[in-house]
């Protein structure tokens, strides 16, 4: 049984089915290319895998086979904890996580996992035809670095994706759609080489994620249009949580957190909460922290920094963008005596 990790994923000395990886593809050692003899009259010998760095924590695959057996193979999730996002275009399997879950990979899908660091996960290709799939590996903290966005400001059927804390295995899994298919079809059928061909992979990563999290919103809030039943009891603690997050504005809470701390599930408060109050529950905890940084910049205590440290924001320019984007002008300009 193979068994890869996050640091074996591109190693140019690697050979597939006595494919080498094609050295003119990228030449920086941010990627590998192996493409078997187009001219193959046998299908079951033709081969196509690439797997690019596109950051320090964030990478693509891109496999088409004609798997002559079925395979099995393992991975380790080292270092933190790590999303895959799979999408499958042909060719079935099955993956067993840390010997607890077991999720089905069908055709034409989107799989959205998060492993727990520490995981072995264990993948069964089945015999096929055909094998095509892409895959999106990369941390949670990098999920948001990407796409230049703070966590605050995701969808709330998204925030499982970048939420710092540890989590348990979850997987959500989506329809391959259009929007997700048209960036994928460029990718496969892309010919660039060298450094611009990673520059393109990085393009077509970052309008897969933009995607994604906006299928996951349309979903999401699918998901909260359907009536809500609230009892008396999950009111007052809807109450209470909102309550939570008005009076501590320094020190940022996960929906999972604030779901434990008032006896909710997280399903019931992200949807009980937006049905109850019209907004969902990072929406509010962001606006409050703004509001409040507002106030403070108002009345000239604070410098911007002070402001957005005193609400819970370490980086200072996650929040000039969450408040420019609020209030339609940058902070400095909401301090007394500004022009």
């Not at 727990?116 to 094998?131: D, F, H, L, M, Q």
Request: glycine letters at 6%; hydrophobic letters at 40%.
């Amino acid at each position: 049984m193979e068994l890869t990790d996050y640091q074996t994923l591109i190693d140019p000395s690697k050979t597939y089915g006595g494919v080498h990886s094609s050295a003119d593809i990228y030449t920086d050692g941010n990627g590998v290319h192996y493409r078997s003899d187009p001219l193959d009259s046998d299908p079951a010998g033709r081969f196509f895998h690439e797997a690019v760095r596109i950051s320090d924590h964030a990478f693509l695959l891109l496999t088409e086979l004609a798997p002559s057996e079925a395979k099995t193979y393992s991975q380790i999730v080292e270092g933190a904890d790590w999303l895959h996002i799979q999408f499958r275009f042909l060719g079935t399997g099955r993956e067993e996580i840390a010997e607890r879950y077991s999720v089905e990979t069908p055709e034409r899908s989107c799989l959205v996992s998060r492993y727990p660091e520490g995981s072995i996960v264990n993948r069964e290709i089945e015999k096929a035809t055909t094998w095509k799939y892409a895959c999106l590996y990369l941390r949670p903290e990098t999920f948001t670095d990407i796409l230049d966005v703070d966590a605050s400001e995701l969808p709330e059927a998204a925030n499982w994706l970048a939420d710092s804390a540890a989590s348990d295995f979850r997987c959500d899994q989506l329809p391959l759609t259009s929007l997700m298919t048209a960036p994928l079809g460029d990718i496969f059928s892309c010919d660039f080489r060298g450094p611009i061909r990673r520059a393109y992979m990085r393009a077509k990563y970052l309008e897969i994620l933009a995607t994604l999290v906006h299928t996951l919103d349309r979903t999401g809030n699918r998901q909260a249009d359907e009536q809500v039943k609230l009892s008396s009891s999950d009111l007052i603690k809807l109450a209470a949580a909102r309550d939570i997050m008005n009076e501590d504005l320094e020190n940022p809470i996960s929906l999972a957190a604030l779901a434990r701390r008032v006896g909710l599930n997280r399903t019931k408060l992200a949807t009980g909460f937006k049905s109850r109050f019209g907004s969902s529950v990072h929406a509010h905890w962001r606006d409050i922290r703004l509001a409040r940084a507002r106030e403070m910049l108002q009345s000239g205590e604070m410098s911007v920094t002070e402001a957005a440290l005193s609400v819970g924001y370490a980086d200072i320019s996650a929040f000039t963008r969450a408040f420019t984007n609020k209030f339609g002008s940058r902070p400095k300009t909401f301090k007394p005596g500004a022009a």
